[in-house]
């Protein structure tokens, strides 16, 4: 059952708040993500969702370089589709699940996983050299380390995150914001360390390489999507809180 408001939605409703108390009108220049952020004693990521949402809905106009506008004035309660994900929420859970995942792999992989594995990261690097918006070789690589745990649970589960992440709108609309690939080169080598550990048959290094890599994923989407300096902190989905878990 999805819960009835996600917090990016509270934070949404706060931000149209501060933006009635503003009097700003539409094609105003409105605060920025980080003023957002302090004004509501938020987390830059939870404020991100939140405008990321309201981009959606039709209020906001983000311009990369310039700020963030009100495009039409709307009070009501968010909108947003409840069972929709934040990007940064949905990391956060795969850095916990998928590592863990990872690790488990390390102990059960079998010769032809690796070999389905390597043929992954090859469609994967295939697509790259060429330019292509493929990322199926990307997605793939991590549905094959989920089915190497031979664990029916953990591969349905680990296919539910991706199946929320391409139905999620949020995600789709943050990846509008991001104009290079180079990123895509560094995953495959945070890729390629995943296999390496898992060929050595290596459960930590597996599971540390996993979460490396998706620590990576979110601080890149952070910095490539951000309209103004990305040298902030205080991420309401920091990977410092959920590595709390593994002490």
Known sequence: MARATRRYQEV??????????????????????RQIA??????????????????IEGMLEVRKGSGIYLK????SAPKGDANDIGPFELIQARQLLESAVAGLAASTVTKAD??????????????????????????????LIAEATQN??????????WK???ASRMWARLHDRIFVTDYRLRWLDDHSAIL??????????????M?????????????????????????????REVSKVFR
């Open 38 to 55: 302090e004004n509501l004693q938020v987390g830059r990521s939870a404020a991100r969702e939140a405008i990321l949402l309201m981009e």
């Open 152 to 161: 029916n649970v953990l591969v349905d589960t680990v296919n539910e995150l």
């Open 211 to 239: 979460w490396q890599h998706l620590e990576n994923v979110r601080v890149t989407l952070l910095e490539l999507s951000d309209d103004e300096d990305p040298g902030f902190d205080g991420y309401l989905f920091d990977s």
């Open 164 to 166: 929320k992440r391409e």
């Open 114 to 143: 690796i070999i389905r594995m390597r043929d992954a990261l090859e469609l994967e690097r295939n697509s790259i050299a060429t330019g292509a918006q493929d990322y199926s070789g990307d997605e793939l690589f991590h549905r």
């Open 12 to 33: 949404a409703e706060g931000l149209r708040a501060l933006i009635e108390q503003g009097g700003y009108a539409p094609g105003d220049r409105i605060l920025t993500e």
């Open 196 to 209: 390496a550990a898992l060929q050595r048959r290596d459960p930590e290094a597996a599971r540390s390489a």
């Open 72 to 75: 039409a004035m709307e009070t």
